[in-house]
Antibody, heavy 119, light 107 residues
Framework: QVQLVESGGGVVQSGRSLRLSCVASGFTFSKYGIHWVRQAPGKGLECVAVIWSDGSYKYYAESVTGRFTISRDNSKNTLYLQMNNLRAADTAIYYC????????????WGQGTLVTVSS | DIQMTQSPSSLSASVGDRVTVTCRASQGINDFLAWFQHRPGRAPKSLIYASTYLESGVPSRFSGSGSGTDFTLTISNLQPEDFATYYCQQYNVYPYTFGQGTKLEIK
């Protein structure tokens, strides 16, 4: 079955760290770029970070630059998001999404994992 | 960043109706426009890419149109499973940005 499954969410205090994982199955993970997208409560969708298929290029939203790091292990079909110095504004459901084609359009999403940052 | 303005923010309709959602980009996006459906508690689902191309497996009652900065999603013959929130997204320039969403509710 072609799918992405996120994990690692939870409740964390402001200023602490958390690492999210996204495990892919049913397709050749190493051929695709992958995005992290989040949705804060009552808000819209925001692209947080993206990594190319071989990990050679990464892009971050301004809101997380310097605090979040995206990485991947193609041997484990797994994507990561290391989140440091978390803020209340980072409270959201975090989704990973596969990027298809040259422009990495988002064609397959996971169900998400909830991160709650308490002050 | 490219701003995506979606309208309406909510919409009430009945099974069998035809509805239209519009999306405007703050600058040209070379038709790199996608539409997603999101039901609560489920993974968002890609419906349309490159403004007009239907994803494999998506029913033909969904269609997309538009170019440049103005785009439209049309759903014909609404079915009960279509009541959800719909988002447009540009994937021409990082950061990729979304519209604020249109919540489609049963009348």
């Amino acid at each position: 079955q072609v799918q992405l499954v996120e994990s690692g969410g939870g409740v964390v205090q402001s200023g602490r760290s958390l690492r999210l994982s996204c495990v892919a199955s049913g397709f050749t993970f190493s051929k695709y770029g992958i995005h992290w997208v989040r949705q804060a409560p009552g808000k819209g969708l925001e692209c947080v970070a993206v990594i190319w298929s071989d990990g050679s290029y990464k892009y971050y939203a301004e809101s997380v630059t310097g605090r979040f790091t995206i990485s991947r292990d193609n041997s484990k079909n797994t994507l990561y998001l290391q989140m440091n110095n978390l803020r209340a504004a980072d409270t959201a459901i975090y989704y990973c999404a596969r990027g298809e084609g040259r422009w990495l359009r988002l064609d397959l999403w996971g169900q998400g994992t909830l991160v709650t940052v308490s002050s | 960043d490219i701003q995506m303005t979606q309208s309406p923010s909510s919409l009430s309709a009945s099974v069998g109706d035809r509805v239209t959602v519009t999306c405007r980009a703050s600058q040209g996006i070379n038709d790199f426009l996608a539409w997603f459906q999101h039901r609560p508690g489920r993974a968002p689902k890609s419906l349309i890419y490159a403004s007009t191309y239907l994803e494999s497996g998506v029913p033909s009652r969904f269609s997309g149109s538009g170019s440049g900065t103005d785009f439209t999603l049309t759903i014909s013959n609404l079915q009960p499973e279509d009541f959800a929130t719909y988002y447009c997204q540009q994937y021409n320039v990082y950061p990729y940005t979304f519209g604020q969403g249109t919540k489609l509710e049963i009348k």
